[in-house]
DNA sequence: AATAAATACGCAATATTATTGCAAGCTCCA
DNA sequence: TGGAGCTTGCAATAATATTGCGTATTTATT
């Protein structure tokens, strides 16, 4: 259940390009295109890739507008934990939820939607609607530096 | 240039899992192979479709932290700002860099990094040594409720 | 350091999957 | 209601991935 240089190399080639051939693929890292593809075989079946995704267009889609959400909760009950994760969770235009540490803002989320008309209904519609909600603060994104999905393998080297 | 429900389903369901195969797609969306694939490519040339990549288990990886920094320059200058966005685009670690709103908080960044060891010499070997880099303020990821890259197309409707 | 066991390799053959040409069927506008 | 332009599905073809197997390489053990 260890990595060589080649399996990392090939995860990092995946990261960045899931569409490129088993031929190519087992070119770039040196390799003939039999073993390469049992080692991406591999790769999946014990769980270093998670899954192959494809990432759209935003503004072509009409999606002008990221946004980042601090919330803050009244209580930190389980009930409240709960109530908001299930409803965070069933909101497609939250690509991202998590529980971070730090003074009074318990969540931070990511949500991409077209304009600001949008977010503001959203924001009235569903965040404000769920129970213990008390600070909201939005800050919206001017410009992306970088956008990835990508990791850093360095540390395994 | 516009897009109809299948296109919209084709988009939804390679977002969600760019390994299906051609056959399996078209049958998900109601349509025979040929006019699926084909669609598919349509999608990619007119540029709906971004990219492929895979997604990695990161806690296998053994990246076990994820921490957001909100940074705050000096001062607003073309130059620093194009310091801040050379350094931060050559760092692994980082995801995703933002310029955003809000009152001191300029950028909000993404890392995704071993332990808090390895963070605590990022930020010190490289935020920090970032000219006008001012106020830094770290929080980190106790739980992920969501973590897509999958974007919602329902306004499209 | 030698050797045995296990693993990984590349080639060639096979199987799977995607793509293309084409005739028939829709759709939409005049 | 007719016709131009697209879109579809089928079948044939092309591209791509996968597998068996003999050889080579690595790893572990003494």
Redesign the interface.
């Known amino acids: 259940m260890k990595l060589d240089r080649t399996d990392r190399r090939i995860?990092d080639e995946?990261?960045?390009?899931?569409?490129i051939s088993n031929q190519d693929l087992a070119e770039k890292v040196g390799l003939s295109p039999s073993p390469c593809s049992r080692r991406v075989k591999q790769l999946e079946e014990d769980?270093?890739?998670?899954?192959?995704?494809?990432?759209?267009?935003?503004s072509?889609?009409?999606?002008k507008l990221?946004a980042?959400i601090q919330i803050a909760l009244d209580r930190h009950t389980p009930d409240r934990f709960e109530e908001f994760?299930k409803t965070?969770?069933n909101c497609?235009?939250?690509?991202?939820?998590?529980?971070?540490?730090?003074q009074s803002?318990d969540?931070?989320?990511k949500v991409?939607?077209?304009d600001m008309e949008?977010y503001q209904k959203f924001l009235l519609d569903t965040i404000t609607q769920i129970p213990g909600v008390t600070g909201v603060h939005s800050?919206?994104?001017?410009?992306?530096?970088?956008?990835?999905?990508?990791?850093?393998?360095?540390?395994?080297s």
Request: overall charge negative; glycine content about 4%.
């Open positions: 995860l995946l990261q960045k390009d899931s569409s769980g270093y890739i998670d899954r192959y995704v494809a990432r759209l267009n935003q072509q889609l009409d999606l990221t980042y994760d965070v969770r497609p235009e939250v690509v991202e939820c998590y529980l971070v540490t730090g803002a969540y931070t989320v991409i939607v077209p949008y800050s919206f994104v001017m410009r992306k530096i970088v956008d990835n999905t990508e990791v850093s393998l360095q540390h395994l």
